[in-house]
Every structure is written in structure tokens, then in C-alpha cells.
């Protein structure tokens, strides 16, 4: 697994979700998640992801959050106990090709 097999798995995503962005830095590549209000450039949470599997697991969780915002029309409505299964399900699919040579 390299960090670039896992930015190409989730360039689709990354391309699609503006409230999060990967950044590299000298100490591995930092997820950072931005506020999700408009016109607010507030960064809520990063994190350093030090090995291609770390930042493969942050991509996934940021991946399936987002799949849930989208799903619940911005968590308007709690997210279904299948729909929790089914988004895991994609999410889990994404981080199993990151792997794949």
C-alpha cells in the first residue's frame, strides 16, 4: 500500500466533499476537515497520518461521515441502522482496493 494507491481511491471523493482536504507536509500527509457553513473557513479537526494505512483509515471515516451528511440531507434525520450498514459496506470496499496492486 502506498499514499498514492490510497489518493486514488478516494480522489473521487476528495473532489466531491469541499470540507475535507489532504495536505502533505514533512511528517506525512495531514487530513484537515473544514467547517461545512458557507462562507466559513474554519478548520474543525486534522489529523497527521504518518503510514499510507493511517491515512487510508481517515480517508474511509471521513468518506463514510460524508456518505451519512448526504444521505440524511445534512443530518436533518438520524441515519438508518441499514443505511449505517450499507455505507460501512462502501466505505470498507474503498479501503479493501487500496490494497490492491
Known amino acids: 500500500m502506498t499514499y498514492e494507491k490510497v489518493l486514488e481511491v478516494f480522489k ?5 466533499d469541499d470540507s475535507c482536504e489532504v495536505l502533505t507536509t514533512s ?5 484537515v476537515d473544514w467547517s461545512s457553513r458557507k462562507n466559513d473557513s474554519e478548520w474543525v479537526t486534522s489529523r497527521l497520518c504518518q503510514t499510507p ?12 461521515e460524508y456518505q451519512g451528511y448526504l444521505l440524511t440531507n445534512g443530518y436533518k434525520r438520524e441515519v438508518l441502522p441499514q443505511e449505517e450498514q450499507d455505507i460501512q459496506r462502501m466505505g470498507a470496499a474503498l479501503a479493501e482496493r487500496c490494497g490492491e496492486n
Open 12 to 16: 473521487d471523493y476528495l473532489s466531491e
Open 27 to 31: 511528517q506525512g500527509y495531514l487530513v
Open 53 to 64: 494505512e493511517h491515512l487510508r483509515d481517515v480517508l474511509r471515516s471521513c468518506y463514510e
